[in-house]
């Protein structure tokens, strides 16, 4: 239900009640059936229907426009690593999202295990693979092995992206500022100390550029 | 040459004359991972590969009477159907595994898993291992021994001060960020590639072969990067082996990656402790005795942690009585959790004794240092006492247990404990090989959790040869590489430093032979530095023109394990010291400042070695807060087994962070030693001390959590 914002939007070719008559999630219809708009939708859809034949979509992926095939219940993660190899995503295994699974869409920081790829479609998608280009890597990628924040590695890439995101937001962040934005993501080696400097030294070179420019 | 032996001798260089050892190296496989370019085992995606879900139990303890995957069958995508636990087998916690099912898509795995129908008959079911009167009126609790001094009773009935209490701290799972799993790929009928997320990827070859009735020759495991472990993944486990065996059966690759709530409940937990605790000191405040009943499970098998941790640290108490009950419970079973035993005995023990002091009115710091002739390492926890004490400038700071200045409803307080741990080197062969053009390369089959295995290896190689990093070239993660022990118990760092630095040495020492040869000079005083061979101070020629005398095959060598030659070492000591702010209004604990003090003999990488530190104050920050497994105790199930209910500290949550290493001159000469396993186990004592200084009453159970703090503070105004 995270991405009920974003199924309301109708940015893409799909809209909210078409996936639901197609897909047949009947959980998610009946949690949604308060709300007066989807009474139609929740009326067609029948317990157990067969999921949705897979569909061709186009995502654009890292400012490229990439032709998957995909059910409409597939994750944008589960597209993005099984689909597309782009495995800098990780996923954790769980319906709730802790952060390791985050990219941008449309600028914006998500969850990519929250968000169904079908609902992408005619969005700006970017993974941690578009911080290495080559022998150029982001600030934040070089920030984060200069600090250390990073043990095992798993969460890395998307806490990369979250402070990538966070960072763009707001340049001169705060560091109360950053431990709020930065909040949506966990680590379990405990390697928080180090991504907040990093954070802060970026950002403190952030706030002299924004000064600089006034 | 004559001077040659004596001056070839294996050691590490005397502090100070080395240029990359120690220092702050980043490292070397950073960008890899923080750009999403390495590749762990459930990122392995094979074309063909099929996706596995499990059925799990619901029921903690219960025989299946049906179960039928037929319909789960004819779900379009799904491909097969493995049954792990048939009709009549008894499943032993919510989370058994019975069956998997392998699909084209996760999504459809998922759906096959659904349309599985499975019929239960429950058993008998004990889940609660906190009451151990409970267990045992259920005959679910096990005598796991008795010892006492026989002039016990006697000193206790002379001690001047005593105090009795009870402290516990709950199971706690592993919890991974990359679940356990892997990927299985038959390249044909007898050779099997597994990708698995492991602690000891030379173990694994022959687990699999068993499983699936091949030579372990016909298996290769790799294990480039591990999303985690924490003593967790060792064995291949039964869903390693069902990946493999899928895999065969299918013959297409299979990828079975746990999901989250299967996770926390199956592969590993850490063993509850609670205690009835005595302690008794003299008129001055020295303990002279100690009495302790404490039980907990490690789930079906029944046991709890160690009896020779208990008391923990202070283990010269002349006088003690001890008793140990193990509690079977239907829950899943342990595995070894980073330190194992030491954190809940530091919980349970040095609780106890600030408890003591507190009652005397005597400063925790005092107390503790009173009495660290009752442990193994008396000045050294002095020396580390006092440069925690002056970091966190506790004489000025510190206060009567309740006795500080309110601020906004809130409370600070300080506390404090010690730990300690062996670390010793494991058994790892390295092979080196010294190219032509310079360029030097390290294979063994170790692994890298996290602490910086490859930055580490890399570092002594540069070290030794007088080379960049760049230069270096590690090979790690493959059982086809030389055998490596598993990665726990912080035995990897000393058991690749050894062979590593052995091996370099003596490539090294060849090497240094011909460039004597060829421009007739003395080989003992040769040395490699700044890329260039130097006699003396005078440059001789430049690394890779000494490496150029090889001609075109390379040099080789190789070392094995550990050996007395002074490269590593083991046993450390250690304190930790937190400041926290509790408010008394809501219940919520808020760390300020963690500091740990640390010994660990020579460092090889600063920047992971303090890494490794602060990641142990934040797990420990975990426990101490917030973190536990929760069991329903009407239907015994594990009732927070996911990412949002089970709760971590974020990145607002654990205040300030101080690692200082202790480190005088005989902690370098000490050798290696490793570092994973200290600093995670005094922190839950340390946070607890800190809460009861704060609010003058002891909060018995870990994690505090805003509840059981109330509730500490409601029990002492009744």
């Known amino acids: ?58 995502l654009n992926v890292n400012g490229k426009d990439q032709k998957v095939t995909i059910e409409p219940r597939t994750s944008l993660l589960h597209c993005l690593r099984d689909d597309l190899n782009l495995t800098g995503a990780k996923d954790v295994e769980d319906g709730s999202a802790i952060g390791a699974d985050t990219v941008l869409v449309d600028g914006k920081a998500v969850h990519s295990g929250s968000v169904l790829a079908v609902s992408c479609v005619g969005q700006k998608i970017e993974t941690v693979e578009s911080l290495r280009n080559g022998d150029h890597i982001d600030e934040v990628i070089a920030g984060f092995v200069k600090h250390d924040g990073l043990q095992c590695g798993y969460c890395t890439p998307g806490f990369v992206m979250a402070t990538r995101a966070a960072l763009n937001k707001k340049p001169d962040a705060s560091v109360e500022e950053l431990k709020h934005m930065l909040g949506g993501n966990i680590c379990r080696c405990g390697t928080y100390q180090g991504i907040l400097h990093c954070a802060i030294e970026i950002a403190k070179s952030g706030a002299v550029a924004t000064k600089g420019s006034n | 040459m004559s001077d040659t032996a004596t001056t070839r001798k294996v050691g590490w260089k005397p502090r100070g004359e080395n240029t990359i050892l120690g220092t702050r190296v980043p490292r070397i496989d950073g960008v890899e991972k923080a750009s999403g370019a390495a590749k762990y085992a459930a990122d392995i995606n094979t074309p063909g590969t099929l996706y596995v879900r499990l059925l799990t139990s619901d029921r903690p303890h219960a025989k299946i009477k049906k179960l039928d995957v037929k319909k789960a069958e004819k779900v379009p995508g799904v491909k097969m159907v493995h049954i792990i636990k048939d009709v009549d087998s008894e499943v032993h916690w919510d989370g058994d595994m019975i069956a998997a099912v392998a699909a084209e898509r996760i999504e459809q795995a998922m759906e096959g898993v659904k349309a599985i129908e499975i019929e239960y008959e429950t058993l008998d079911t004990y889940v609660d291992d906190r009451d151990v009167a409970a267990a045992e009126k259920a005959k679910r609790a096990k005598s796991l021994g008795k010892r006492e001094t026989k002039d ?18 709950p199971v706690i799972s592993h919890m991974c960020m990359e679940p356990h799993g892997s990927h299985c790929e038959w390249k044909d009928k007898e050779n ?105 499970t490690s789930g079906p098998q029944g046991g709890t942690i160690d009896s020779g941790v208990v008391p923990y640290v202070f283990t010269k108490i002349k006088n003690y009585r001890r008793k140990r009950t193990g509690i079977a419970t239907d829950t899943g079973p342990f595995q070894a ?85 062996g670390g010793g080197a494991n058994a790892t062969a390295v092979a080196l090989r010294v190219n032509p053009d310079g360029t030097v390369e390290s294979t063994s089959a170790t692994q890298d959790l996290g602490t910086g295995t490859r930055t580490c290896i890399a570092v002594i190689l540069a070290e030794t040869f007088g080379i960049p990093l760049s230069s270096v070239k590690v090979h790690i993660g493959s059982s086809k590489y030389p055998n490596a022990g598993g990665s726990g118990g912080s035995t990897t760092i000393g058991g690749v430093s050894g062979p590593v630095r052995r091996a370099g ?20 005083s040769l040395s490699a530095k700044n890329e260039k061979i130097y006699a003396g101070d005078k440059v001789v020629c430049s690394w890779q023109q000494a490496c150029g005398l090889l001609g075109a095959a390379p040099l080789e060598t190789q070392s094995r394990g550990r050996k007395n030659d002074g490269l590593t070492s083991q046993g450390v000591g250690g304190i930790q010291m937190a400041d926290v702010s509790v408010d008394v209004e809501t219940g919520v604990v808020r760390m300020n400042k963690m500091l740990c003090v640390q010994d660990c003999g020579t460092i090889i990488d600063r920047q992971t070695a303090e890494s490794q530190v602060l990641g142990g104050l934040i797990m420990g920050i975990s426990y101490s807060l917030s973190e536990e497994r929760i069991i329903d105790k009407a239907t015994g199930r594990y009732i927070n087994a996911d990412l949002e209910n089970y709760k971590l500290p974020r990145i607002g949550d654990i205040g300030e962070l101080i690692a200082e290493f202790y480190e005088p001159d005989e902690q370098y000469k000490k050798g290696v030693v490793g570092l994973g396993e200290p600093p995670v186990i005094s922190t839950g004592a340390a946070i607890s001390n800190a809460v009861a200084n704060a609010i003058g009453v002891r909060v018995p159970v870990l994690p505090l959590t805003p509840k059981r703090v109330l509730e500490a503070l409601k029990g002492a105004k009744a």
């Open chain 1, 1 to 58: 239900m995270q991405d009920r914002d974003r199924q309301r939007r109708k940015s893409g070719g799909f809209n909210r009640r078409d996936f639901l008559k197609g897909s047949g999630v009947a959980m998610a219809a009946t949690a949604m059936a308060t709300a007066g708009i989807e009474e139609q939708a929740v009326a067609d859809v029948k317990p157990n229907v067969v999921p949705a034949k897979p569909v061709e979509v186009v």
């Open chain 2, 505 to 524: 040495l003596e490539a090294l020492w060849k090497i240094l032979d011909l460039v004597a040869k060829r421009h007739k000079v003395d080989a003992g």
């Open chain 2, 337 to 421: 959790w980073r330190a194992p035993d030491h954190p809940q005995a530091a919980a349970l023990t040095l609780t106890a004794f600030d408890d003591l002091a507190a009652k005397m009115g005597m400063d925790s710091l005092e107390f503790f240092k009173k009495n660290l002739k009752l442990t193994l390492r008396p000045e050294l926890y002095a020396d580390e006492l006092e440069i925690g004490a002056k970091i966190m400038d506790w004489k000025a700071r510190w206060h009567p247990n309740g006795k500080g200045d309110v601020k906004n409803g809130t409370r600070q307080g300080l506390g404090l404990a010690l730990h300690t741990w």
């Open chain 2, 152 to 169: 016990f009773d006697a000193a206790l009935t002379a001690a001047a001060h005593k105090h009795t209490g009870f402290y516990g701290i």
């Open chain 2, 192 to 296: 099997l590639l597994a990708h698995v997320s492991t602690q000891w990827t030379s173990g694994i070859p022959g687990q699999l072969a068993s499983a699936t009735g091949v030579d372990a020759a016909n298996v290769t495991a790799i294990c480039n990067y591990i999303g985690g472990g924490f003593g967790s993944k060792f064995s291949a486990g039964e869903w390693g082996l069902v990946c493999a065996v899928m895999a065969q059966k299918a013959g297409r690759p299979i990828r079975l990656v746990l999901d989250r709530a299967t996770e926390l409940k199956t592969p590993g937990t850490r063993p509850s402790a609670f205690a009835e605790i005595t302690v008794g000191a003299d008129e001055k405040g020295n303990v002279t005795c100690w009495e302790s009943h404490h039980w907990g």
